[in-house]
């Protein structure tokens, strides 16, 4: 499928690259080329603002005060959800628990639907592409409860096998499945709406990690019918500190709460204690509401620009990125690009991804990346906290360069262009 036309996307970026103040920086005399999007974004301005006058100006504990600046700190934070349920287009609010990030809404879903839903015997399965979060705290639920962790291989084209899937299913007694909407590591889209058809033909509830997928492809939980979704406000542009759990109610009704404290009752004596309704019943203690406003001020901001565009342009830049990287001698790159004759250059658009992981025989990824870094050019190097994958790719580590559609074809050139000058010093 052709690349759809970018006239004129150029410019339109150039002018939101103002809005994040931390670009034109420099590091080490050097202008910063920040490539490393998929362990946190920028802030834009806007984000920036929106804390210091929350605090400056609002800041209050929410859902307790009768006074006026809790009022408007309790709005703020519920319109914010209210925010965060259009963006995921959840069908209610009461389906949107805010959390720390991706991380703990995968722990809290472990802990609360493996008390609710899991018994010993039963299996859970992830793929071999997860993040450590979407994997550790399974294997925590597994011991404590006595289930199995299954695996979905993947293939030597790094998607997903998708009948070994199949099979996973049909031969045991799963009660969840737990897959990545894009790898941190290879880019791959994982196809989820086929997978959480698969898994629902056999009566599978399905939880998407979204970490990766969220500020790049447009979300919708009612089209994907996944049953929970978790993704986290920093890699959005927005605050660190916040996240989302989206969870379908029938599921969240019947799972008891995470943690327990202030806000996430309904009466407490010492005999008894009963639940608040949702989605407060997992939401204990004072929460962080200057970052769930902050966060939905991110979330309106890439919804002015518009996430298609966004992703029109991530993929220009990354096929350009791609190309670019190809010409490098001794490179080899990891991801479902790399694995398609790519000479023709009319891919699929699925195939275009902003996370480009590689490494240069000869030289070890953590001197590169550190190398690279003395150019000024910020890429993650390591085993991006996957370390099943890697070893599955056969390696220790790699080079990340992660897009925004912050960054500009310049920046890619200047990234391969020190690719060379450090394999010149080699
Ligand atoms: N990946 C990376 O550099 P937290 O840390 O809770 O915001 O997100 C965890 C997480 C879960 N799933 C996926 C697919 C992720 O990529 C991440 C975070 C960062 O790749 C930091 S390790």
Redesign the pocket.
């Given at each position: 499928m052709p690349l759809p036309c970018m006239e004129g996307s150029i410019y339109h970026f150039i002018m939101n690259r103002n809005d994040f103040p931390i670009l034109s920086r420099t590091v080490y005399g050097k202008p910063l080329v920040y490539l490393?999007n998929?362990?946190t974004t920028q802030k834009p301005r806007c984000v920036v603002e929106a804390i210091s006058e929350e605090y400056y100006n609002v800041n209050a504990n929410v859902h307790r005060g009768v006074h006026f600046l809790s009022q408007q700190a309790t709005d703020l934070h519920e319109s914010a959800r209210e925010t965060v349920r259009a963006f995921i287009n959840a069908r209610k609010t009461e389906e949107i628990i805010f959390t720390?990030?991706?991380?703990?809404s995968?722990n809290l879903l472990a802990f609360s639907f493996g008390e609710a839903f899991c018994h010993e015997g039963d299996e859970i399965i992830v793929s071999t592409m997860?993040?450590h979060?979407?994997i550790v705290p399974w294997q925590m639920l597994c011991e404590r409860k006595g289930l199995k962790l299954r695996v979905i291989p993947m293939k030597d084209d790094y998607t997903l096998d998708l009948e070994a899937f199949e099979r996973l299913l049909s031969e045991s007694s799963v009660r969840l499945v737990c897959v990545?909407h894009?790898?941190?590591?290879l880019g791959t889209v994982n196809p989820i709406k086929e997978m959480i058809e698969k898994a629902h033909a056999y009566g599978v509830p399905v939880l998407v990690?979204g970490?990766?997928s969220t500020p790049h492809i447009p979300i919708d939980v009612q089209a994907l019918d996944c049953d929970f979704f978790a993704f986290?406000g920093?890699?959005i542009y927005g605050p660190t500190g916040i996240?989302v759990l989206y969870g379908k109610a029938e599921y969240l009704e019947r799972m008891p709460p995470y943690q327990g404290g202030g806000e996430m009752i309904n009466k407490v004596t010492f005999e008894h204690t009963t639940y608040n309704s949702l989605p407060y019943k997992f939401e204990a203690g004072t929460p962080d509401y200057v970052g769930s406003h902050a966060l939905a001020v991110a979330l309106d901001y890439i919804s002015n620009i518009g996430l298609e565009k966004i992703q029109a342009h991530e993929h220009e830049l990354g096929q350009y990125a791609y190309q670019q990287l190809c010409q490098i001698a001794n490179i080899e790159i990891y991801g479902p690009l790399s694995a398609v004759h790519s000479s023709l250059f009319t891919l699929h658009s699925s195939l275009l991804s902003p996370v480009l992981s590689f490494n240069i025989r000869g030289i070890h990824h953590f001197d590169l990346g550190t190398l690279l870094d003395r150019l000024g050019i910020a890429v993650?190097t390591g085993h991006?906290?996957a370390e099943p994958l890697m070893h599955r790719l056969g390696v220790e580590g790699t080079v990340r360069a992660s897009l925004s559609f912050y960054n500009t074809k310049e920046e890619i050139d200047s990234l391969v262009a020190a690719i060379r000058r450090v394999q010149q010093m080699f």
């Open positions: 490393d998929a362990a720390r990030g991706t991380t703990e995968i997860e993040h979060s979407n990545t894009m790898s941190n590591v990690d970490a990766q986290s920093h890699k996240g993650r991006h906290c």
